[in-house]
């Protein structure tokens, strides 16, 4: 196991600070896509306010939405992402691992919100984790259950040890030696094993259950709130939409995340975007993503969206009183609506990112020099998106069981490289070994195999990428020449 221990952050904080600012007017652009509208009968419906119901309550609040700690994780996860990217090759491993440490497991006062960041046109209100909520980190909300994906045989949260370890000593986030991209491998993987874990397993799962957290009750002493409702808000944190997301275009949100477009995230009208209710972060992003550009039009966003605010209506409706069994049955209906949409759009991900690396791999065989070195730094990229999608989708309640097997045997420990070896496992020191395989066409045979195994097991309809026109003729062509060599 890869457990490692915090290091005190505070001294190098402001290396943080000063690499934020640096950063902070990089640009990163759009793609084009047509609109699909969201709002259906609610054009106007927004995730809260919602009025105080808790029986008894004496205070001065009027709202009994709460999930700051759920966006604040957000922040943290971005942020985690941004230093991941910034190491030199080991010089300075250390420091850089115990910086990555601060968001994934520290709850240090003052940690800087590296991404997002104000920029040119999308101000930004907060700047400090703390400014969204205090004392939160990652590694608290993460996955705990093995993680066969990735060597080792570890559980979610020692793999992420380990993976922020390497970082560490990387030069710039990339592993070329394994094609590992250690940024996107961290982040992707962290959107399923702490986001959607904890929404569609423990908030959306066990806490709406009749006896825990009940609705007649506060979440805790003094809180203004009851069980069920915060229970819910917490869950819908996790989803990471801003709360007028229903009334926006797949296209509007995809602007937001994107830091594009102030004009429909400032839904206030205040000059700022606020991070805990204007923003769009990963999860909620990916599922717009898919409803703007697929060769199939999907409604993800609305489908979540919608379902999270009327679950939330029928618990401020109950009016402080215990759910009944078919009020709760209902609203286990909802959650069940959002668990299966957002499992598919994970599935999505992994169907286009598998379809990335088939093209990057097909770009790559008529390459050399510094075309092929560019072509293969994306390539990783993507299988590093790929991966982390894959490890995010087995980070649920659902046991997948024989898919997981499938789809872990496919995709490997790491990508087919440049010499055509991949990882295999690691030795007694956690470093990564590796042995020859199969030739480039084998493995976009496997890519391809990935996006016929999300259509089968998850009927996924955007299918961003979608390569298996070629499936059978690829198939096929390998077959015939494997016999060819064995006459």
């Given at each position: 196991m890869f457990k490692l221990s915090l290091v005190a952050s505070a001294a190098v904080l402001p290396?943080?600070?000063?690499?934020?600012?640096?950063?902070?007017?990089?640009?990163?652009?759009?793609?084009?896509?047509?609109?699909?509208?969201?709002?259906?009968?609610?054009?106007?419906?927004?995730?809260?306010?919602?009025?105080?119901?808790?029986?008894?309550?004496?205070?001065?609040?009027?709202?009994?939405?709460s999930y700051?700690?759920?966006?604040?994780?957000?922040?943290?996860?971005?942020?985690?992402?941004?230093?991941?990217?910034?190491?030199?090759?080991?010089a300075n491993a250390a420091e850089l691992e115990a910086q990555m440490l601060a968001y994934f497991d520290g709850a240090d006062q003052n940690r800087p919100i590296l991404?997002?960041?104000?920029?040119?046109?999308?101000?930004?209100?907060?700047?400090?984790?703390?400014?969204?909520?205090?004392?939160?980190?990652?590694?608290?909300?993460?996955?705990?259950?093995l993680m066969p994906a990735w060597p080792g045989n570890m559980t979610g949260k020692d793999v992420a040890y380990?993976?922020?370890?390497?970082?560490?000593?990387?030069?710039?986030?990339?592993?070329?030696e394994n094609g590992y991209d250690w940024a996107q491998l961290i982040s992707k993987f962290t959107m399923g094993a702490m986001a959607y874990n904890?929404?569609?397993?423990?908030?959306?799962?066990?806490?709406?259950?009749?006896?825990?957290?009940?609705?007649?009750?506060p979440y805790k002493d003094g809180a203004h709130y009851t069980g069920k409702e915060h229970s819910w808000d917490e869950g819908f944190g996790y989803w990471g939409c801003a709360a007028h997301c229903l009334s926006l275009t797949a296209d509007e949100i995809y602007s937001i995340a994107k830091q594009k477009g102030f004009d429909v995230a400032d839904a206030d009208g205040d000059g700022v975007v606020d991070l805990k209710s204007?923003?769009?972060?990963?999860?909620?992003?990916?599922?717009?993503?898919?409803?703007?550009?697929?060769?199939?039009?999907?409604?993800?966003?609305?489908?979540?969206m919608s379902a999270y605010i009327d679950g939330r209506q029928l618990i401020t409706d109950a009016a402080g009183e215990a759910l009944s069994d078919e009020q709760r049955?209902?609203?286990?209906?909802?959650?069940?609506?959002?668990?299966?949409?957002?499992?598919?759009?994970?599935?999505?991900?992994?169907?286009k990112y598998a379809g990335s690396v088939y093209k990057d791999i097909e770009k790559m065989k008529t390459l050399d020099g510094d075309e092929l070195t560019s072509a293969y730094r994306s390539y990783a990229k993507h299988w590093g998106e790929l991966m982390g999608f894959s490890m995010a989708l087995q980070s649920g309640k659902n046991n997948l069981g024989a898919v997981a097997v499938e789809l872990n045997s496919l995709i490997g420990f790491g990508p087919v490289t440049l010499d055509k070896s991949y990882?295999?496992?690691?030795?007694?020191?956690?470093?990564?070994?590796?042995?020859?395989?199969?030739?480039?066409?084998?493995?976009?045979?496997?890519?391809?195999?990935?996006?016929?195994?999300?259509?089968?097991?998850?009927?996924?309809?955007?299918?961003?990428?979608?390569?298996?026109?070629?499936?059978?003729?690829l198939s096929d062509a390998l077959y015939n020449e494997s016999n060819a060599e064995t006459d």
């Open positions: 290396l943080l600070i000063a690499a934020n600012v640096a950063n902070a007017d990089s640009s990163i652009s759009t793609a084009g896509g047509g609109s699909i509208g969201l709002a259906s009968g609610s054009a106007d419906a927004s995730y809260g306010p919602f009025p105080i119901t808790l029986s008894g309550y004496e205070g001065d609040k009027t709202n009994s939405v700051t700690g759920q966006i604040a994780r957000h922040a943290l996860e971005q942020s985690l992402k941004k230093i991941a990217a910034m190491g030199d090759g080991g991404a997002p960041v104000s920029k040119d046109g999308y101000p930004i209100l907060q700047t400090t984790v703390d400014e969204i909520s205090s004392g939160k980190n990652i590694s608290g909300k993460f996955y705990g259950g380990h993976m922020i370890r390497m970082a560490a000593q990387s030069e710039g986030g990339f592993d070329a904890q929404a569609v397993d423990n908030y959306l799962d066990e806490k709406l259950l009749a006896d825990n957290k009940p609705n007649n009750k204007e923003h769009v972060f990963g999860p909620a992003y990916y599922a717009a993503a898919f409803d703007r550009s697929g060769t199939k039009t999907t409604s993800y966003t609305h489908n979540i049955s209902t609203l286990q209906g909802y959650a069940a609506t959002i668990a299966s949409n957002w499992e598919q759009v994970l599935a999505e991900a992994v169907f990882v295999t496992g690691l030795d007694g020191d956690g470093n990564f070994v590796r042995e020859r395989r199969r030739g480039w066409r084998d493995y976009q045979l496997h890519m391809l195999k990935v996006q016929k195994l999300m259509v089968d097991t998850f009927g996924v309809e955007s299918r961003v990428n979608d390569g298996l026109a070629t499936l059978e003729e």
